[in-house]
């Protein structure tokens, strides 16, 4: 009997071992897997998925703004891909190029001075910091707002010209407003509030995509020229598509062709044998395409070594008429050289026209 009872509570002890074996082999498979799920980086995802995403799992996520076209840009994606265990233990990060459609939407309501924009949401999905640059003091001020939740001192250029603390409350109300318009709700007073402290061409085209949902054409039409009134060529890239529905509402028979459409009959203009100190003149036709006139309102150069001859305060181009553009290209270093020329008008189709200088210059 004695020998029987022993087998018994050794049969049970091995048992007892067993399971908690098996119980803990389950708990860090849980373990790993959840480290996983919450260890991800996503690409070009829309706002809506993440935040679904962070809300499931009860975590603060970011959403990256970048141009991958842009040196500053690759460079946090290259420090990004260093520190990416880092950053990513307890949030979720998404990388949007701003040359996608989610990017371009992002990039509206944010309106960011510079890219890369590290934007940090809660997992509720209110945006609560905005984090720009590549610098080491950077990813420390994401780290800060992710684990604290909360808004940071580090400062954030802007074009509102105010404080990220006054803006920020202002950015979600705006969001919180986008979210009621997909559901079909329209609320004019609360985007009146924000506009008032906030007026730039995004919340006034929320507002006029409520009152198109209402079907008030009076208010649509008061509101398309307060959007217009805020058109210049600068904006008018981001905006365009936003400045031609409001410049249908105003005029039903409007067709974008019959704009302002700038045209030059090479974006790269390369120049051989330029020698350091001697001047090399550079022509750029400027054609109007489009039915009103274009108005050239400003003429970018990005060096002194390049120097425009007219500097008339604008120049015009009558309809299917072209003009010349003359410039003096005066290297002062040889080898391979790159400049810019940056050309600003209403043409609907490009209102800040680059242009690529290549030359190379020997001594």
Not at 216 to 245: C, G, I, N
Not at 289 to 303: A, N, T
Request: aromatic share 10%.
């Amino acid at each position: 009997m004695r020998n029987f009872t022993q087998g018994i509570v050794s049969a049970v002890g091995y048992s007892w071992r067993k399971i908690v074996r098996f119980v803990f082999f389950i708990g860090l498979i849980c373990m790993i897997g959840c480290d996983r799920s919450v260890n991800k980086v996503y690409y070009d995802k829309s706002y809506n998925e993440i935040s679904t995403i962070a809300n499931d799992t009860k975590l603060p996520f970011c959403i990256v703004l970048v141009d991958s076209t842009q040196s500053l840009s690759q460079e946090y994606i290259a420090q990004f891909g260093q520190k990416q265990n880092l950053m990513t233990h307890k949030t979720i990060f998404c990388i949007n190029d701003v040359n996608t459609p989610e990017g371009e939407w992002l990039l509206k309501w944010l309106c960011p001075v510079s890219l890369p924009l590290t934007c940090v949401f809660a997992s509720r999905g209110d945006l609560i910091d905005l984090i720009p640059g590549t610098s080491i003091e950077t990813f420390l001020y994401i780290d800060e707002a992710v684990k604290n939740s909360a808004t940071t001192n580090f400062h954030w250029p802007n074009l509102f010209k105010k404080d990220k603390q006054s803006v920020l409350p202002l950015l979600n109300s705006l969001l919180a407003y986008r979210k009621f318009l997909d559901q079909g709700v329209y609320f004019s007073e609360d985007i009146d509030n924000v506009i008032d402290s906030l007026s730039y061409p995004y919340s006034c085209y929320l507002k006029l995509t409520g009152t198109l949902m209402e079907q008030d054409s009076v208010e649509a039409r008061a509101v398309a020229k307060q959007l217009l009134a805020l058109e210049t060529p600068y904006v008018m890239e981001l905006y365009k598509d936003e400045f031609v529905t409001a410049k249908t509402i105003l005029n039903k028979d409007y067709k974008i062709e019959n704009d302002a459409v700038i045209r030059v009959d090479q974006s790269t203009i390369n120049l051989r044998d330029c020698k350091v100190g001697e001047s090399t003149p550079v022509y750029v036709n400027v054609y109007n395409d489009g039915k009103e006139l274009l108005v050239i309102s400003k003429v970018h150069v990005s060096c002194s070594c390049l120097e425009q001859i007219d500097t008339r305060d604008q120049i015009t181009v009558n309809p299917g008429q072209s003009a010349k553009l003359k410039f003096n290209f005066t290297p002062d270093i040889k080898g391979d050289v790159f400049r810019d020329i940056f050309i600003v008008s209403n043409g609907i189709n490009m209102p800040i026209l680059h242009i690529n200088i290549i030359a190379t210059v020997t001594c």
